[in-house]
Each structure stands twice: as C-alpha cells, then as structure tokens.
C-alpha cells in the first residue's frame, strides 16, 4: 500500500488542501509584529462573507467544543433558564457544557435523524418567557441532519428575546450562512471543517444584542473572555499567542473559498450530498436521514444487515479510506461518510465505488458499480462543478 495515503472521508478533520499545508510551513513571525496585525487586518472581510455578518470573526486557539464553551460562559449567568435543542450527540454536548455553568437547562429532543421543528421551540418560548438563550446546532454532525436555522431564527424572534446561538462547526464554509440577516446571535465553527485546516482554532463571531449580554455577564472566565478578543481584534491583534500556522493556512484557505466563489463552493457539497445519496439508495442501503433534512457535509448510512464497524475496519485496512463510525446510541448502527472541504464529486465516486468491495468483502450482496452509476448520473445532471 502506498505509503502516507489515506482518503479521509470523516466529518472533520478533513483533508487539508496543498497551498494550504505550504501556507502553514511559512517561517514563524512575532506575534506582537506588525506582520501578524497585517494578517489579522487580512483576513477579515473573507471571515465575514463566509459568516454573513458585518461583525468582527475572533479567532481563538482550541476546538470546536472551546467555542461552543465561549459562547456558553460569555452569555448567561449561573442560574439562568436556557432551551438547548437536541437533535444528536453534539446538541447533547451543548447542554452539557451549559450544566457545567450551572444554567437551568431545558431540553427539547427530536428523534436522531430528524431535523428540530421551529413551531415547537416557538410554543416552548411563549410558555417558557424566563428563557435567555436558545443553543442549537447547525449541522448535527452526528446524524447527518441541516438544522433550518434560518426558520428557527423566525420563530424565536416571533416568541422571545432569547439570544440564539448556534453551533455551526460542522457546515460553515460549506452551507448558506447569513448570520446578521437571520439573526443569530452567536455563530461557532471550528478550523478542521469546511474550513479545511487541521484543528485547533476556533471562530467565533457576535451580534450587537449578544455583546451587550456579555459586557453584563457575571460568569467567571479568563482565556474564554470573549471581551478581551473584542477589544484586541480592533487594534489587529489577540490577547493570547494566537496559533500562526493555523493562521497562515487560514488566509490561504479563506483564499481558495474565494476564488471557487461561495455559491460554487455550497453548490459542490451539494452535489456530493445527492451523489451519495442517490448511491446508498441504488445499493439498497438505509439512509438516517430524508432528503430535506439531509446535511451537504456528512451522511449517516443505517448498518441494517451488516456490521458497521466490520465495514469500517475494511474500508481502512484494504483501501485506507476513513469512514466515521456512529457516535453514543447509534454506535455500530450507522456509518458515517465526511463531504465536506477539500473534496470533489470525483472524490465521491471513489468513495462509493470502494465501499461497494468492502461491501461485497462482508458478504453482502451488492452490484458491483450500481452506487457508482447513480451518483455519475447526478453529477452529469446537476452540471459537473
Ligand atoms: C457540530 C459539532 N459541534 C462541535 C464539535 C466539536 O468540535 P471539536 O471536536 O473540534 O471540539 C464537532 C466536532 O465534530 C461538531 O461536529
């Protein structure tokens, strides 16, 4: 097997494109030089047009899960009532995140593979007025499911005036996002996404309500004070060492979004959505999801009349190509195929034409090539990108 080959095809980290991986080998710079303030002063207007938001983009060292914990302890104070809206593992993780801080959390659940329903948080708020914040997640990475946050944002504005505040690691760069135009308050993403970096930045933007929130927040923070990136980002700098590699391969990778153009960029992962689709469903597999809730970024395949993990470990030790397995109940229940970032339909066809071996190699009976044939005609019909 060819050596340092691999087809990652998990729902971040995801692979890392070539002028990106140069970008980042750039000779380290002095964080206080007027060098990292000229690249800080860059890369905010193509943060913004991926964000859709007028606000400033903090960029902030850690995970996807330190920006989801920002966004928690900036806002709401010990004790406040707050609806997190769980439709998988990671809506799951914002409620616990909010425990930790020591909120009164209501949780609304809607079944895996099931995108939220805006009426029903909207009928929660106005029986709930005491509610301060909303936590939802963009694209339940879990599950495969596009939350409508757009129709979400409606809904709360119509009931309450609970911030919202949304988990977007998974979609960002990736899906339609207009954060001031729907109103979200929060938007988080993480730099191991569509964003097509390796982890360890997180980004983070804010609207005008949730800064006046958080200038009267009593939660105790330090590193997390989202004031204190506020106040740096408008003089071009951060409080903290900020991770400069991953900012060098931020303002290449933030290039190449550019030059695709953001429209190409969303209409390509939803080319490889429907690709994918339309493949499991020629090979007579399950999908967890429906059309309508399906995510451009990953999808979630039912592990019916085979073993998930077996299929897994095959597709790993025979062709090196990475599937996510399911996480927590849906644990050897579900597969999961990563479309998001540096990736192509003909990625795609790839992909599928080498699960269907690792399928035929776990006995199940498949037509060899029939997943492969339905996603080629959806390319040739969407318009090869
Ligand atoms: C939707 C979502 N939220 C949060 C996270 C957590 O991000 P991290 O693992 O970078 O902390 C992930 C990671 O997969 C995710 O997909």
């Keep these: 097997m060819l050596v340092d080959y691999q087809l990652l095809r998990i729902p971040g980290p995801t692979p890392v494109p070539p002028s990106v991986e140069r970008a980042m080998l750039s000779p380290m710079i002095g964080h206080r030089n007027q060098e990292t303030k000229d690249l800080l002063r860059r890369l905010k207007p193509g943060l913004q047009k991926v964000f859709g938001t007028n606000e400033d983009v903090m960029l902030i060292a850690g995970s996807g899960t330190a920006g989801l914990e920002i966004a928690v302890c900036n806002t709401v104070n010990p004790g406040d009532e707050v609806l997190v809206i769980v439709t998988g593992s990671f809506g799951e993780r914002f409620a616990k995140i909010c425990e930790a801080y020591h909120l009164q959390v209501h949780r609304i659940r809607f079944p895996n593979g099931k995108a939220l329903q805006p009426k029903a948080i909207k009928t929660f708020?106005?029986?709930?007025?005491?509610?301060?914040a909303v936590f939802a997640t963009y694209c339940e990475t879990s599950t495969g499911v596009l939350n409508p946050i757009q129709d979400l944002a409606i809904q709360i504005k119509q009931a309450s005036d609970a911030l919202l505040i949304v988990d977007g690691v998974s979609c960002v760069g990736a899906v339609d996002t207009k954060m001031?135009?729907?109103?979200?308050?929060?938007?988080?993403?993480?730099?191991?996404?569509?964003?097509?970096?390796?982890?360890?930045?997180?980004?983070?933007?804010?609207?005008?309500?949730?800064?006046?929130?958080?200038?009267?927040?009593?939660?105790?923070?330090?590193?997390?004070?989202?004031?204190?990136?506020?106040?740096?980002?408008?003089?071009?700098?951060?409080?903290?060492?900020?991770?400069?590699?991953?900012?060098?391969?931020?303002?290449?990778?933030?290039?190449?979004?550019?030059?695709?153009?953001?429209?190409?960029?969303?209409?390509?992962?939803?080319?490889?959505?429907?690709?994918?689709?339309?493949?499991?469903?020629?090979?007579?597999?399950?999908?967890?999801?429906?059309?309508?809730?399906?995510?451009?970024?990953?999808?979630?395949?039912?592990?019916?009349?085979?073993?998930?993990?077996?299929?897994?470990?095959?597709?790993?030790?025979?062709?090196?190509?990475?599937?996510?397995?399911?996480?927590?109940?849906?644990?050897?229940?579900?597969?999961?195929?990563?479309?998001?970032?540096?990736?192509?339909?003909?990625?795609?066809?790839?992909?599928?034409?080498?699960?269907?071996?690792?399928?035929?190699?776990?006995?199940?009976?498949?037509?060899?090539?029939?997943?492969?044939?339905?996603?080629?005609?959806?390319?040739?019909?969407?318009?090869?990108?």
């Excluded at 708020?125 to 301060?132: A, F």
């Excluded at 569509?194 to 949730?210: D, E, I, N, R, Y």
Aim: proline letters at 4%; a neutral charge.
């Design 125 to 132: 708020l106005e029986t709930n007025p005491t509610i301060k």
């Design 180 to 385: 001031d135009d729907w109103g979200i308050d929060i938007l988080v993403t993480g730099s191991q996404k569509a964003f097509m970096l390796p982890p360890g930045l997180t980004l983070v933007a804010v609207s005008q309500k949730a800064w006046s929130h958080i200038y009267h927040n009593k939660q105790p923070r330090y590193y997390f004070d989202l004031r204190k990136y506020q106040q740096s980002l408008y003089h071009n700098t951060t409080p903290f060492t900020p991770p400069l590699s991953l900012l060098f391969g931020l303002e290449e990778s933030v290039r190449l979004i550019e030059k695709e153009g953001l429209f190409t960029v969303y209409k390509r992962h939803k080319i490889m959505k429907e690709m994918i689709r339309a493949a499991f469903t020629a090979l007579d597999l399950d999908l967890l999801t429906n059309d309508l809730d399906a995510s451009p970024t990953v999808t979630a395949v039912k592990a019916i009349d085979f073993s998930a993990e077996e299929l897994r470990k095959i597709a790993k030790k025979e062709f090196n190509l990475v599937l996510a397995g399911g996480q927590n109940e849906l644990k050897g229940e579900i597969f999961r195929v990563g479309h998001m970032g540096y990736c192509s339909p003909a990625d795609m066809l790839l992909t599928i034409s080498l699960i269907e071996i690792a399928l035929l190699r776990l006995g199940k009976q498949v037509e060899l090539g029939a997943g492969v044939r339905a996603a080629q005609l959806i390319w040739i019909q969407e318009g090869l990108v």
